[in-house]
């Protein structure tokens, strides 16, 4: 395959859906950082089709890298447009449980016991 080929298939480069960024505004996100739209908050007639998308994808929970995979887009890319969204109030970062769950020891044992049989 050719890199003309690669450029059919997305004939937008990268840099034009970041608009020049490759950055996010927010240090915080990662690919496990679980997003949310803000029901409240419309995106303005200007915004781009990618922003569009996170934006609806977000309408449950979704994670940086979950929404990554469903635009086919690098998690970076993503990352940028998502601080894009935080920054402008329509997404927002839901936090983990402050206090994680550990399962029992017995649980632990049988999933490691399960996996020893594989």
Partial sequence: MSSSDDYRDQP???Y????????????TLRPETLLVANPGA???MSAS?????L??????????AEAAAHLRLPVSMVAVLASDLIDS???VVRSAPSHPVMPEIDVLEKVLNGLRKL
Avoid: Y
């Avoid at 609806?56 to 940086?64: A, P, Q, T």
């Fill in 12 to 14: 937008v480069r990268p």
């Fill in 16 to 27: 034009v859906i970041t608009e020049g960024r490759a950055h996010p505004t927010r240090n």
């Fill in 42 to 44: 419309e995106l303005p």
């Fill in 49 to 53: 089709r990618e922003k569009r998308s």
């Fill in 55 to 64: 934006t609806s994808m977000c309408r449950g929970v979704l994670s940086v």
């Fill in 89 to 91: 109030g329509h997404l």
